[in-house]
């Protein structure tokens, strides 16, 4: 499975607009990432509920990188699900 380089990747910036209503969640998204560790693809798994929490998400994970899953040693795409939580207070 190919894990996100967290570290390196930056996190969501939190809608202006969720802030000031006090919109919170957690999306799922589906990555798939090829063998160079670069996303392939994204598309929502489980929504947050709210639509622009859900679009931040995407747009945000579409430019991350990930360490990318091997076989026998041998890096190969695969498919991974990442959630991306949104939190006023932490």
């Keep these: ?3 996100p380089r967290y570290r390196d ?5 939190y ?3 969720a802030r000031h209503r006090g919109i919170e969640g957690t999306v799922r998204l589906a ?3 090829d063998a160079a560790g670069a ?3 994204v598309a929502v798994a489980r929504s947050s509920g709210y639509d622009i929490l859900d679009r931040c998400a995407l747009d945000a994970v579409r430019s991350w990188r990930f360490d990318p899953a091997t076989r026998n040693g041998r890096p190969e ?3 991974v699900e990442v959630p991306v939580a949104f939190r006023l207070k932490q």
């Design 9 to 13: 990747n930056p996190p969501p910036t």
């Design 39 to 41: 996303v392939e693809g």
């Design 77 to 79: 795409a695969s498919k």
């Design 1 to 3: 499975m190919a894990v």
């Design 31 to 33: 990555v798939w990432v």
């Design 15 to 17: 809608p202006r607009r």
